[in-house]
């Protein structure tokens, strides 16, 4: 649902008719170099961007505009497969990009910025707070004193928005006083990821599933997201952060929504929010003595990961060295409704942990009568990454006399089905998608706010009882106590 009419340039693919100015508050920062740039220069080179479009780097230090290129072309280089860089398009993309030195915590930078905009009313303006939140109210705040915050202004959030319902909530109201509610996009990349797109489409466009997705026919389900990766340079935010709010408020519980959710009435983005928010609501809290039976909290301790050694995290840089926060998170959560009831979704994310992958797995319950002896129950792996594929373990006759059963599986691997097609990284989707005014990819405020709902009181709960993450040595599956979250049910880990 583009919100501007579309042409099509010579590449045929459709274009904005209203060229836009992209600013980016933390214009220096990992995200900006790392991603959001490298996402750009692909949407420049397949021809999706207006011609026009000019794209401002916005941070404290004092670069030139050339300068600025240079920086920009080092960390481009470094994304982008050696096959899809070259000199001529590069050049045409670094003639969209700016920089302008400023203060996202001074006013009077604003009114500089205003000047250096100039008076172009007509060009759509997105704003991409890719800063810590706590810049967030203030940001918002001087870009309507400033007379930035036009009608055809949008601004994308980065998560995590805030630290706790109550900051979420204050950022939350912040910026609805600057921007309606439409002209918010609050990202969360996962809902960029192809594979995560699929599960929609496995879901509400196969009938096949349908009648057994729900707790008659479902043992749980096991939503992990794992990564060999450190805290890298990033130390400084993610001491404040932490896994769960890192990864569990949002990539999580996304996931977890998806998986969850009724069918909406359209693939809009009201439709679809709303379903995900009825699940969010729904999860039962864990507040108390619970997270002690219900959660895991770890913290990586020095070990090695492909044969290299890596130190434990609070010898990490900008890391305190007797920091407690977690770089692990398990919780076994449960959705308080009439499709899901009894089901436990275990959830699980850690840093340096053995490999990186994300996968989500449904399993079945068992036949209800075993005519052949020993039998698995059916599973359903959804693989997110690294490779994108989805796979369902079948029963089937080992060969020879006798019924002798073996677990088999039907495997669809999604980049050879569309013929190893370039995947586009979840940035370029919902870059665009920003650029089109389209927000079904995104979460909406109250969504952020039911997230939060159920994650204060776990943390909570930690600090309350006094549950300091556990160490587990870098390279391993995570803290010992991981395994009795489910065994205690009789069920195991997927490894
Ligand atoms: C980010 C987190 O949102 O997601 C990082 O801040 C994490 O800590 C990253 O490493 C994981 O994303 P992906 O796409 O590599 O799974």
Known sequence: MAATPAQVNRVGVAELSIPCDMLVFGGTGDLALHKLLPALYHLHRDGRLHPDMRILALARSKHSRAAFQVLAERHCRAQVARADFDSETWQGFAARLDYFAMDAGHSADFGRLSKHLGHVDERVRLYYLATAPDLFEDIASHLKISGLAGPKARIVLEKPIGHSLASAQAINAAIGAVFDETRVFRIDHYLGKETVQNLMALRFANALFEPIWRAGHIDHIQISVCETLGVENRGAYYDHAGAMRDMVQNHLLQLLCLVAMEAPVRFDAEAVRNEKVKILEALKPITGLDVRDKTVRGQYAAGKIGGQDVPAYYFEKNVDNDSDTETFVAIQAEIDNWRWAGVPFYL?????????????????????????????????????????????????????????????????????????????????????????????????????????????????????????????????????????LLERHGRQWME
């Open 348 to 484: 699980r994310t850690g840093k340096r942990l053995a490999k990186k992958s994300s996968e989500i797995l449904i399993q079945f319950k068992p036949v209800p009568h075993r005519l052949f002896g020993d039998s698995e129950a059916n599973r359903l792996l959804i693989r997110l990454q690294p490779e994108e594929r989805i796979s369902l373990q079948l029963m089937a006759k080992n060969p020879g006399k006798g019924m002798r059963l073996e677990p088999v599986e039907l495997d669809l691997n999604l980049a050879d089905a569309f013929n190893k097609q370039r995947r586009w990284d979840a940035y370029e989707r919902l870059l665009l998608d920003v650029i089109e005014g389209d927000s079904t990819l995104f979460m909406r405020r109250d969504e952020v706010e039911a997230a939060w709902q159920w994650i204060d009181p776990i943390i909570q709960g930690w600090h309350q009882h006094y549950q300091s993450p556990r160490p587990y040595p870098a390279g391993s599956n995570g803290p010992e106590q991981l395994q009795r």
